[in-house]
């Protein structure tokens, strides 16, 4: 199992701050190139979070969870793409990478969080995604 930690630059400070607010996911690979996260995140219109931030939006706000999952060698390689929200299936794609998608839902306004697996060659697992209202 390796962790791939989300910054924008590559030094002790990112990587210590990218622990810091979970920005990361797990990944498990065999001898195949494995997947790579190439998105995963949640917007409202106005705001937007990645993984381990929370989203503070309003009851009634339109979300999209955008997701991108790529192969590491940039092949076209057989992926089965699943979105948790609170601990039970909200999508689930069987395609090729690149994969992109757009989940759209309307928030109830109670705590949530989502959460990425993504299975190929190896396996992809994200930090959840946080929501609250304000």
């Known amino acids: 199992m390796q962790t791939v930690f989300l910054v924008s630059e590559r030094t002790e400070r990112a990587a210590l701050d990218a622990l810091k607010r979970g920005r990361m996911y797990a990944l498990s690979r065999g001898e195949d190139p494995g997947l790579a996260l190439a998105e995963f995140s949640v ?4 705001r937007n979070a990645i993984s381990g931030e929370t989203l503070s939006t309003r009851e009634g706000s339109l979300l999209e969870v955008r997701l991108g999952i790529d192969a590491v060698d940039g092949a076209a390689r057989p ?3 699943t979105l948790i929200r609170n601990g039970t299936l909200a999508g689930a794609w069987t395609a090729t990478t690149p994969f992109r998608v757009v989940h759209r839902e309307v928030y109830d306004g109670g705590p949530a969080f989502y959460r990425l697996d993504a299975r190929g060659p190896g396996r ?11």
């Not at 917007?43 to 106005?46: E, I, K, P, S, Y």
């Open 79 to 81: 992926v089965r793409v």
């Open 43 to 46: 917007t409202d219109g106005v």
């Open 124 to 134: 992809l697992l994200s930090n959840p995604i946080f929501l609250k209202r304000p």
